[in-house]
C-alpha cells in the first residue's frame, strides 16, 4: 500500500458541532519546578482566559491505516543498523509481546514506539521524519513537577524544537485505582489539533487533553530555541476522536492498539484501521521484530 503525506488536521470536518468547551489550559512556567497554582484533575495550571474545545465528533477525513502490519515481513535489512539504538526492552517485556493475554508496561511502550520511529524513518522517510514521539514518562513528570533541565534531557533526543516536527506523538497512561489503560494523543502543531485515540471509545478526555497541551506548553517555553510552532498561552486548541465507539472488547490489548495507532501515524496516516482480529498478529510482528533486533 503506498503511503502520502497526509493534509494537516485542518481540514478536518464533522457535522453538527457537537463541542465541549473545557478550561483546561494548563500553562507551566519556565524554570518552576511545579506548575502554577490552580489545579484541573491533579495537575496545577495557571488561571488562563483561553481554553480548548473538545469536539465530540469524528471527523470525516480521516485517513485511516487498514495495512495489516503482521503481514509484511521483519524489516530485517534495517535490523542491523538498529541495533546500537537505547533499546531498553527486557525478558520481562518480551515475555509480555509473547503473550496474547497480557497487558504491556511502560518500558514495553514506548521501547517499541521508539523502534517503530526508527524502523519508519528508514522505511517511510518522508512522514516519520515529520512526527516527535513523546515518553509516556513526560506527562507523569510534568504532574510531579519536574524541573525544565531534566524534563530537557528527557526529550532533546526527539528533537521535537524542530521546523518540521510537525506532529507530536503523545502516549498517555490513565492510572485507575486497580489497573491503567493507555490512549494515544496526537497534536498537530501547526494547526493546533489535537487527535484522540482511545480503543475503548471513551469520552473522558477532559484531564488527558489539559496534560497534552500543558506538555505541549512546556515543551515550547524550555526549548533553548525559538520553535516556528510554538503556541502561545491564550491560543486555543481543538481536539477530536479518532473513534466514539470501542474497537476492544478484553482488557489486555490497549497497548498494543496504541502502537498500532502510532505505527500509523509514523506511516502517514492519521489513526489506525485495524480490528481487533488484527491485534493479535500486530502483536506478533512486534514480537518478531524485537526478537530479531536483539539478534542482529
Known amino acids: 500500500m503506498s503511503t502520502l503525506y497526509l493534509?494537516?488536521?485542518?481540514?478536518?470536518?464533522?457535522?453538527?458541532?457537537?463541542?465541549?468547551?473545557?478550561?483546561?489550559?494548563?500553562?507551566?512556567?519556565k524554570g518552576h519546578q511545579t506548575m502554577g497554582e490552580a489545579q484541573v484533575g491533579g495537575l496545577t495550571s495557571s488561571p488562563s482566559h483561553s481554553c480548548t474545545r473538545i469536539k465530540w465528533d469524528v471527523p470525516h477525513d480521516l485517513n485511516r491505516d487498514e495495512e495489516a502490519q503482521?503481514?509484511?515481513?521483519p524489516f530485517t535489512p534495517f535490523l542491523r543498523s538498529l541495533w546500537r539504538i537505547d533499546f531498553s526492552i527486557g525478558v520481562v517485556e518480551i515475555s509480555m509481546l509473547a503473550n496474547s493475554m497480557s497487558c504491556i508496561n511502560e518500558i514495553c511502550v514506548n521501547s517499541c514506539a521508539m523502534l517503530l520511529q526508527r524502523m519508519f524513518e528508514m522505511n517511510h522517510p518522508?512522514?516519520?521524519?515529520?512526527?516527535?514521539?513523546?515518553?509516556?514518562?513526560?506527562?507523569?513528570?510534568?504532574?510531579?513537577?519536574?524541573?525544565?533541565?531534566?524534563?530537557w534531557q528527557m526529550v532533546?533526543?526527539?528533537?521535537?524544537?524542530?521546523?518540521?516536527?510537525?506532529?507530536?506523538?503523545?502516549?498517555i497512561h490513565?492510572?485507575?485505582?486497580?489497573?491503567?489503560?493507555?490512549?494515544?494523543?496526537?497534536?498537530?502543531?501547526?494547526?493546533?489539533?489535537?487527535?484522540?485515540?482511545?480503543?475503548?471509545?471513551?469520552?473522558?478526555?477532559?484531564?488527558?487533553?489539559?496534560?497534552?497541551?500543558?506538555?505541549?506548553?512546556?515543551?515550547?517555553?524550555?526549548?533553548?530555541?525559538?520553535?516556528?510552532?510554538?503556541?502561545?498561552?491564550?491560543?486555543?486548541?481543538?481536539?477530536?476522536?479518532a473513534l466514539v465507539h470501542s474497537v476492544q472488547t478484553n482488557n489486555h490489548d490497549c497497548g498494543i492498539w496504541v502502537l498500532a495507532s502510532i505505527a500509523a501515524v509514523l506511516k502517514g496516516f492519521h489513526t489506525t484501521g485495524l480490528t481487533e482480529t488484527d491485534m493479535p498478529g500486530f502483536r506478533r510482528w512486534l514480537h518478531n521484530v524485537v526478537l530479531s533486533m536483539r539478534a542482529a
Request: net charge negative; hydrophobic share 35%; with cysteine.
Open 156 to 171: 532533546y533526543h526527539t528533537e521535537y524544537w524542530k521546523e518540521n516536527k510537525e506532529i507530536w506523538i503523545i502516549p
Open 7 to 29: 493534509p494537516r488536521l485542518g481540514s478536518f470536518s464533522t457535522d453538527a458541532d457537537n463541542t465541549q468547551s473545557v478550561v483546561v489550559d494548563c500553562i507551566p512556567h
Open 126 to 151: 518522508e512522514t516519520a521524519s515529520k512526527c516527535a514521539v513523546m515518553s509516556t514518562c513526560n506527562i507523569r513528570d510534568l504532574r510531579e513537577g519536574v524541573r525544565d533541565e531534566l524534563l
Open 70 to 73: 503482521h503481514e509484511l515481513e
Open 174 to 241: 490513565r492510572q485507575y485505582n486497580d489497573s491503567g489503560h493507555w490512549v494515544l494523543c496526537v497534536a498537530y502543531m501547526k494547526t493546533r489539533k489535537l487527535l484522540l485515540f482511545d480503543s475503548l471509545g471513551d469520552s473522558g478526555w477532559t484531564y488527558d487533553v489539559a496534560a497534552a497541551v500543558a506538555l505541549i506548553r512546556r515543551l515550547c517555553a524550555i526549548s533553548p530555541r525559538a520553535l516556528d510552532n510554538s503556541v502561545s498561552p491564550t491560543q486555543e486548541w481543538v481536539a477530536y476522536p
